[in-house]
Every structure is written in structure tokens, then in C-alpha cells.
């Protein structure tokens, strides 16, 4: 059964303070992603890797970064987080390919104030 | 124009009904169709994949039409646990690459 976790249900950060989301998934599987997802506007892609140590940007990667040291493990790094990053954060993972389900990890709210 | 296009809902319907989405897409050259579901606070999961000749599981029916760039869901005979979000999914070549967009999501509830 494939298993995506993230490191926290729920999370509440100052405006400034750098986060860390962490994902982990145990699937084997080459490529990962980081989506946010805000009412009306649905999953939005922040940043994907399919590979280890390799990076693409998504469609809003202004303000993120991402690690991927492991294959098992993609990172999300708010440098300096800012009120307008409150939103819920789901990290996901699939096989290589182009049109490979892809499979999510529960999510991370997080809350900046 | 939204790359990916749902119509939000909410769809209301009785147990037992028969009930339909559409998705539209703007990027004639997609190559893959999806419908993922996503519960209230959970994580999108999928449902199915959308071929071209249409798919059909169980009580759901996805089916493609190319010319008018849409895909539909169809769920006939509804139970309660079918209420939930409904995205539609869609992938295809994009400048930089291969691009797949998540649709905003159409929520239904199913009431008894």
C-alpha cells in the first residue's frame, strides 16, 4: 500500500520564521511534488522533482525552495514566511512518467500570523 | 481562461439520482484525463483514468470528447458516501515540458 506522510497535520508559524515541511513517501518512487491548495483556486504546483537532487519550478514557486537529498524525501523550505503562504500544503509522489497517478500525503495546514 | 475548468457546485442530489460533471480544458494537445476525488480534509486520491473510448467502473462512467475539449463524470444510482469533491485532472506538453493541472474541484452532496 503506497504511504505518503507529511511531518505535521497542522502547523503555526510567525510572519518571518522559516519553515520546513518535510514528505516522505515509501513507495520507490521517482518523482515528487509539492502542491498548495486554497478555496477556488484548487491544487496549484509549487515545485516537482524527479529525481534526486534534481528541481523543476512549478506554477507559484516565488518564496519556496525544496531539498531532495533522498530519493525517499522531498522538503519544503519557506525561507521567510509571509501571511499570504497560509494555506493548506500536500506533498505527493508517483512513478516516472508523464501520466502516472499520483498519490498524496494527508496535508499540512499551515497558519502564518 | 482557466486551463482546466469545473464548474464548483454545489451539486445537491438525492440518493438514487443520477448525476453528471463536465470539465473543460483549454490545451488542445493533452494527452491524459483524470478524475480524482477528495473527502472533506482528506488528500485527493484517484478515482479514474479517462481513455479515449471512455471508461467505465462500477456505477461511474468517465468519457473523453476531444473535438469540444471536455471530459465528464457520470455517476448514476448515488449513495451517500459518494459526497465529496470531484477534480478533474488533465496533462499534456507544455513550454518547459510535460504540465498536469488539478481543476478547482466540483463538490456534491448526496442526501438522503
Known amino acids: 500500500d503506497v504511504k505518503v506522510t507529511q511531518s505535521s497535520r497542522y502547523l503555526v508559524k510567525r510572519t518571518g520564521e522559516k519553515v520546513f515541511l518535510e514528505c516522505v513517501q515509501d513507495?520507490?518512487?521517482?518523482?515528487m511534488f509539492w502542491y498548495r491548495q486554497d478555496p477556488g483556486l484548487g491544487l496549484r504546483l509549487i515545485y516537482f522533482?524527479?529525481?534526486?537532487?534534481?528541481?523543476e519550478k512549478g506554477d507559484i514557486p516565488e518564496g519556496y525552495s525544496v531539498s531532495r537529498e533522498k530519493k525517499e524525501r522531498f522538503s519544503l523550505i519557506l525561507e521567510s514566511a509571509s501571511t499570504n503562504q497560509t494555506s493548506m500544503y500536500l506533498c505527493?509522489?508517483?512513478?516516472?512518467?508523464?501520466?502516472?497517478?499520483?498519490?498524496f500525503g494527508p496535508g499540512t495546514r499551515l497558519t502564518v500570523t | 481562461r482557466k486551463e482546466v475548468e469545473q464548474d464548483p457546485g454545489p451539486f445537491n442530489v438525492p440518493e438514487g439520482a443520477t448525476v453528471a460533471f463536465n470539465c473543460t480544458y483549454s490545451?488542445?494537445?493533452?494527452?491524459?484525463f483524470f478524475w480524482y476525488r477528495q473527502d472533506c480534509r482528506k488528500e485527493p486520491k484517484l478515482l479514474m483514468s479517462?481513455?479515449?473510448s471512455g471508461n467505465e467502473d462500477g456505477r461511474f462512467t468517465a468519457q473523453l470528447n476531444r473535438a469540444s475539449q471536455y471530459i465528464s463524470l457520470l455517476i448514476r444510482d448515488s449513495k451517500l458516501s459518494d459526497s465529496a469533491t470531484y477534480l478533474c485532472?488533465?496533462?499534456?506538453?507544455?513550454?518547459?515540458?510535460?504540465?498536469?493541472?488539478f481543476g478547482a474541484g466540483t463538490r456534491l452532496f448526496v442526501k438522503a
Open positions: 505527493a509522489s508517483s512513478l516516472a512518467g508523464e501520466s502516472s497517478e499520483q498519490y
Open positions: 479517462v481513455y479515449s
Open positions: 522533482s524527479y529525481d534526486v537532487k534534481m528541481k
Open positions: 485532472v488533465v496533462g499534456g506538453p507544455n513550454t518547459g515540458g510535460f504540465k498536469t493541472i
Open positions: 513507495m520507490d518512487h521517482e518523482n
Open positions: 490545451n488542445s494537445a493533452s494527452q491524459s
